[in-house]
């Protein structure tokens, strides 16, 4: 069965360091999304990203973010200088295009866990 | 004002017994999916259940079933015939049609199935 992929699984960094997460969305999926989760709080949405530009942002998506999809396969978000407050799980997710129930379900890579230190 | 609010931080079921996790959304597009993601131990978010805001019928896959009261704004989880297994931590979310596709999600209900 066709999943997301997340890499690296853990990535710790020095605050101010950048670092660049990974993803590998289904293959026939089109709209690609990131969210964090700060441990032990809900998932919050960070972007989204549809026909290679992004479609719509939080106020948590400040300068410091940026996401590329460098080929046909992988979708980046990288963080340009991190900060404490930056350590939370960061998830991939990706969908088709909306045509019906299963179009609709976003599906979730295993999670990268950014630790800033 | 919370789009999405789950009440139960934590939750207890005997195991083999159904257990009902709430979740209730406030939203005035009348077009909107309700899901529920399970997240164990491990942290990976694993999709369980879809309900369409225009859907008629309850959604319902295997053990889990969504109880979906659209007067009440209430779309609540339960499991049948809970399993060791279905500890975890359950997040009710919703994406609005207007809002591009984002998934907003509510604190989540930590439940812990007992032996």
């Known amino acids: 069965e066709p999943e997301v992929t997340q890499t690296p699984s853990h990535q710790v960094t020095q605050m101010g360091q950048e670092v660049i997460l990974r993803c590998v969305p289904i293959?026939?999926?089109?709209?690609f999304y990131w969210y964090r989760q700060i441990l032990g709080q809900k998932v919050e949405f960070l972007v989204s990203?549809?026909?290679?530009?992004?479609?719509?942002k939080s106020e948590i998506f400040d300068d410091q973010f940026s996401v590329e999809r460098p080929d046909g396969s992988n979708f980046t978000l990288k963080i340009r200088s991190t900060k404490l407050e930056d350590s939370a799980m960061y998830f991939c997710?990706?969908?088709?295009?909306?045509?019906?129930?299963?179009?609709?379900?976003?599906?979730f890579g295993p999670g990268t866990r950014l630790t800033v230190l | 004002a919370q789009k999405i609010t789950q009440t139960q931080p934590g939750m207890f079921v005997q195991e083999k017994e159904a257990v009902t996790l709430d979740c209730t959304y406030d939203?005035?597009?009348?077009?909107?999916?309700l899901f529920w993601y399970k997240q164990p131990s491990s942290g990976e978010m694993i999709f369980l259940i879809y309900?369409?805001?225009?859907?008629?019928q309850n959604a319902t896959e295997g053990r889990y079933s969504l109880n979906f009261q659209k007067a009440r704004k209430s779309a609540n989880l339960v499991i049948s015939a809970s399993q060791l297994g279905d500890s975890a931590m359950y997040f009710c979310?919703?994406?609005?049609?207007?809002?591009?596709?984002?998934?907003?999600f509510g604190q989540g209900t930590e439940l812990s199935v007992k032996p």
């Open positions: 939203t005035s597009d009348p077009s909107y999916g």
């Open positions: 990203f549809y026909n290679n530009e992004i479609s719509e």
């Open positions: 293959s026939n999926h089109l709209y």
């Open positions: 979310a919703m994406r609005e049609d207007n809002q591009g596709g984002k998934l907003i």
């Open positions: 309900q369409g805001s225009y859907d008629q």
């Open positions: 997710a990706s969908r088709v295009v909306p045509q019906g129930a299963m179009g609709d379900t976003q599906y």
